[in-house]
């Protein structure tokens, strides 16, 4: 089975738009788009600091919901997923971004771009995480 460019192409849009979001706040503003500790720093900010920040993060909830608004083929969300599971992955994702010192669109995008070498390693580890995760929970634990 032949898979055409069709399939791939909002993936690649998406992506050219996360590095070109990323690559135009660190040239205009210096800063790295590293979501967790742009919303985290929005509630400590300095005067003159919140703005920034609240466009960055309107910007990035914008552009998801103008996707789905437009998109034919938007996936939908699982209604069936156990709440429970939601709230306590929320959790995990949080303390794993403190343990971490940074989400994977920090380490992930922007330190992968710098050649940072400890983005390296918590990208894997990220990346390990989600395996593991998602087999305990399709496959230990029966949700799909």
Do not use: K, Q
């Amino acid at each position: 089975m032949v898979i055409g460019i069709d399939a791939f192409l909002p993936a690649l849009i998406g992506g050219a738009l996360i590095g070109l979001a990323a690559t135009l706040l660190l040239w205009l503003n210096g800063r790295l788009a590293g979501i967790s500790g742009i919303l985290w720093r929005l509630f400590f900010a300095n005067p003159g600091d919140a703005l920034w920040r609240v466009l960055f993060l309107v910007g990035v909830v914008g552009g998801a919901a103008l996707y789905y608004a437009v998109a034919d083929d938007a996936p939908a969300a699982r209604e069936t997923f156990p709440v429970w599971l939601l709230v306590v992955s929320g959790f995990l994702v949080g303390y794993g971004t403190s343990l971490g010192n940074g989400c994977t669109s920090g380490h992930g995008v922007c330190g992968l771009g710098r050649l940072s070498l400890r983005s390296l390693v918590a990208t894997v580890i990220f990346l390990l995480t989600a395996i593991i995760t998602t087999f305990v929970v399709r496959h230990l634990l029966g949700v799909m």
